[in-house]
């Protein structure tokens, strides 16, 4: 019982309680046709205290007694569901409403014990209790238009919905059993204006004001951050002045613990406005005091849908896929009690369809032996044609071959290309014309063909020589007696473009080449020459007789 009330009442009560019982008979069996109110029992509450805080006299305890058969008056077991007749209260029942729901959301509703999908603009009632999946959220508006966005993960109860009167005083007490809710509270207009969230380690005493609660049924640790005004957080039979600025937690048995003050802002000035890849990806600078990051994005600054919320241990962002359309992201800091800072917003577009293509070839970084390289990449199922560009540095500052509307999958420029390196990349047009983003550009080498020369005669050996390729490479030359290459007679590695082998047997040899990156990445192979070898004692006699064809292998 509460200590406002002497003890002598509580004896007088039971010791009457049959009397009640018995004289409360006849108005019981007319209060019980009457429209009622489903009140949800809390911790501490008894007969007494209920009456004296929602009944219009304390002569009403009797009845309220006999109407819900209530055996132990000071005693009653918490989320017990008490009927009370309208016409007994000085407060009138009200509603909330759902603003908005995404994703998982449900409702249990207190009448009838039925569950049912939340849908915007439902209302709740006193003992309801709403829900949400690991991928929903909803948006809820009470009576004096306070608002609670309940997170991811979430349960929630509505204790207590009424309005006093005719008046805006109205009296709103909720249980977070578990999860994240954040909450904009209207000032309080009347003393007896309430707006109270319980959780099973502490309870939020709120006058109006901007506060996020966390509640982790896991840990049994409840989390409060404010924003903006005050709040009382009590737990274990003490209470916790929290102002703007700080964040205060509260393990189940202990008393709050001191107020610490809440991360500021991360920087976001640097993400981009437009957005051209899915699934979004932002990254920032650190933040001190930071062991973690939440970042939620939804369709407007007001944040009453999220679309995403994830928390990360990096300065990063990592979204979902989003469809095309204007979107804002906020993010904040988490210190390392789990306690949440001051959000940063970010405004952007996203725009990243019709999609590009996969790049095939050349591939990211390839070394490509021929003058004009073919250039291939998939085809999205949104495409109608496709956009080619092909630059020698990777800004595309200086573009050397646009295709705005080509057709094909496939490339074969009409151009001949110098040796070096070159970027391209591709965007997609659908069918209506509109053009999607490029993809990531991608590099290649396209290197020069050495061509070896005719053999020469140098002191009883045959010695082979070529046009150098790029300062650094090596060369790989192979000599054999079929063209598939499965009779080699010689492979060697050298650094200089010439290699001296032992005379090989006359006939018909073939000889191929390539160069090796200073990396060890090597280059396709470059054509293979046929070389007609007389025997070595005709040698230099018929020098000249020496036939070199170049085979298209």
Known sequence: MRSGWPAALGCVGRMSAWIGLLFSALLVATAAQAQEWLYTVRPGDNIWNITADYLTSMSYWPKLQALNRVADPERLPPGMKLRIPVAWLKSQPTAARVLSARGEVEVTLAFNNRTITAATDQPLQSGDEIRTGPDGSATLEFGDGSRLLLQAGSRLVMDTLSVYG???????????????????????????????????????????????????????????????????????????????????????????????RLLAAPTLADLPPQVERVPVRFGFPALSGAAGYRAQIAANARFETLLFDGVSQQPQVRGPDLPDGDYVVRVRGIDAQGLEGY????????????????????????TVPEKAPTFEWTEPAAAASYHLQLAEDERFASVLLDLPDYASTRLTPDQTLAPGVYYWRVATRDSAGRQGPFGDPQRFRLLPIPKVGPPEAVEGEMVFRWSAA???????????????????????????????????????NYLRMRTIDPDGTAAP????????????????FALGAVLVLILAL
């Open 470 to 508: 790029l300062p650094g490479q090596r060369y790989q030359i192979q000599l054999a007696k079929d063209s598939n290459f499965q009779d080699i007679v010689v492979d060697r590695q050298v650094d200089e473009p010439q290699l001296a082998i032992p005379w090989p047997e006359s006939g018909f």
């Open 525 to 540: 192979y470059g054509p293979t020459q046929r070389i007609d070898l007389p025997p070595k004692n005709y040698w230099p």
């Open 343 to 366: 959000d940063a917003y970010h405004s952007f577009q996203l725009r990243a369809r019709p999609e590009p293509p996969f790049l095939a070839r050349p591939g990211p970084g390839a």
């Open 166 to 260: 005719d008046t805006r005083m109205v009296d709103t007490r909720l249980r977070l059993r578990q999860g994240r809710a954040d909450n904009q509270v209207t000032p309080r207009q009347a003393p007896r204006a309430r707006y109270e969230i319980w959780t099973p380690a502490a309870t939020t005493a709120v006058r109006g004001t901007n506060f996020r609660l966390g509640m982790d049924a896991a840990t049994g640790v409840a989390r409060v951050e404010v924003l903006a005004g005050a709040l009382d957080l009590k737990g274990e039979r003490q209470s916790r002045a929290v102002s703007k600025g700080f964040g205060s937690l509260a393990e189940t048995g202990r008393p709050p613990a001191a107020a610490a």
